[in-house]
């Protein structure tokens, strides 16, 4: 792995990652039941007028359908403890990031939150996943920053690469940390729209060649190196990606697709490149700025 970060596309191709040839697969997914998910406070553009909005009874009849549609795909569902303080805990794809290494070895890092009421969150996913049978790890102590797991942190399917956003939620040298720790490439994606303030609002990676994206999510530099490294890249309606957050997508399998439901120029899209798109009601947690792939943290075995 090279220390440097691949932040152009003449660095991608100067040094393309290699190929990881067996991976652990999907096999789960870790959620939170939303027994006390609010919306107290404004941390990201979506929550804008949406304070004691959320109507319980709706959340807890959506986050039913997540769970319903992840079991629909063959994967098992997980459970994290909910706590009456954390009433973020439902967004479990940031406290902490399970992911395949260099050698295709599924492992868990422990995230670093920026926001104060969030960081007890950590101590729960690491207490789920090493029941579950991952042993866990965090970043070493002297690297400054915070780091919020997969929010910020995708996996390029079939290769020892990460693809890392830096906004305003995850730091550069917490990434570069975690690639090491994984002996991984790092490739850096700068996030400049309020809008998109985590990777996962605005980049999917459905395979090793073909990934969904948010143009206006990134800057030139940004969009160029994803031009470069995908085969084909499958455009996010910006008005979905904006209203649904239809960028908000997740692929465990390379086939199926769960997304936001009400984005329906997104979905034929993925339609039209062969995927099976899932629809799932997100509407109360959009008002909280996350969908579907904010709400669960993928298991590997």
Not at 85 to 102: C, E, H, K, M, R
Not at 264 to 286: A, D, H, K, M, W
Request: proline share 6%; aromatic share 6%.
């Amino acid at each position: 792995m090279s220390a440097d970060p691949i932040t152009t596309a003449q660095q991608w191709n100067d040094r393309p990652p290699r190929p990881v040839p067996l991976e652990a697969p999907v096999t789960g997914a870790l959620l939170c039941p939303p027994d006390h998910f609010d919306v107290v406070d404004v941390r990201n553009a979506h929550m804008e007028g949406q304070i004691g909005t959320i109507d319980q009874e709706l959340a807890w009849n959506q986050w039913l359908g997540l769970a319903d549609a992840i079991e629909s795909v063959g994967l098992s569902v997980h459970l994290l403890e909910s706590h009456e303080q954390l009433v973020d805990a439902v967004f479990t794809a940031n406290p902490s990031l399970v992911i395949n290494d260099g050698e295709g070895i599924p492992r868990a890092i422990i995230g670093r939150m920026s926001h104060s009421n969030r960081r007890p969150e950590s101590s729960l996913h690491r207490q789920a996943l090493e029941k579950i049978g991952l042993p866990c790890q965090e970043i070493a102590d002297q690297v400054e920053g915070c780091w919020e797991g997969n929010g910020d942190t995708l996996r390029h399917p079939g290769w020892a690469l990460i693809w890392c956003g830096v906004g305003s939620r995850s730091d550069i040298d917490c990434h570069l940390e975690v690639g090491r720790m994984l002996d991984l490439e790092v490739a850096i994606l700068q996030l400049p729209d309020p809008d998109f303030y985590h990777l996962d609002t605005a980049l999917t990676l459905l395979d090793d060649r073909r990934a969904a994206y948010v143009p206006a999510a990134f800057d030139e530099t940004g969009r160029a190196l994803l031009e470069t490294a995908f085969d084909g890249l499958i455009e996010v309606d910006d008005q979905e990606a904006r209203d649904v957050l239809a960028g908000n997508l997740w692929c465990p399998d390379g086939e199926h697709v769960l997304m936001s439901a009400g984005a329906p120029v997104t979905q034929s899209r993925l339609n039209s490149e062969g995927f099976q798109v899932v629809e799932i009601e997100t509407g109360e947690f959009l008002k909280s700025g996350g969908s579907v792939f904010c709400m669960r943290q993928e298991i590997r075995a």
